[in-house]
């Protein structure tokens, strides 16, 4: 998967769109785990930081990696 666009040189429309391409819901919570993941949280509002471009991708990945 390609890197994640950098907050200084991206829209947040390409922000959003690269996080919905990234985390994909298949509706099988069982096989996927995303929703686990980001605490059932939808992941375009788990990474807002990052589409908002207050903080990096990274950053808000580590919200996530406890």
């Known amino acids: 998967m390609n890197e994640a666009p950098d907050i200084q040189r991206s829209t947040a429309d390409e922000r959003r769109e690269y996080i919905k391409n990234r985390f994909p819901c298949i509706a099988d919570c069982d096989m996927c785990g995303l929703c686990k ?16 471009g207050r903080r990096s991708f990274t950053e808000v990945s580590k919200d996530f990696n406890r």
Not at 37 to 50: I, Q, R, S, T, W
């Open 37 to 52: 993941v980001f605490h059932g949280k939808d992941p375009e509002y788990a990474y807002d930081d990052y589409i908002s």
